[in-house]
């Protein structure tokens, strides 16, 4: 599932692999950016395990804003409405 993810990713018109990074709470990860309007937005990927640890904004050499996640897990339980 995740090598599926990686090529529907680099697959996407315009989306870029940045490279090996560290997301804000000094976490290892490879980041994929992806420009519009002069600014970037970029996922960072966990590098041992795949899964999502942050998602950045960036304009030039900027960081403008973040959101780290500190945890995923799987459920069975519906999305709240």
């Known amino acids: ?4 993810v990686y090529r529907m990713l680099a697959d996407v018109p315009g989306v870029r692999l940045i490279g090996d990074v560290r997301d804000q709470t000094g976490r290892p990860g490879v980041a994929l950016g992806y420009r519009r309007n002069g600014s970037e937005a ?4 966990g590098a041992s395990q795949g899964c999502a640890l942050a998602d950045e ?4 050499g900027t960081l403008l804003s973040y959101r780290v996640i ?8 519906n999305p709240p409405s």
């Open 42 to 45: 970029r996922l960072i990927v």
């Open 57 to 60: 904004s960036w304009h030039g």
């Open 1 to 4: 599932m995740r090598a599926a």
């Open 70 to 77: 500190v945890e995923t897990a799987y459920t069975d339980e």
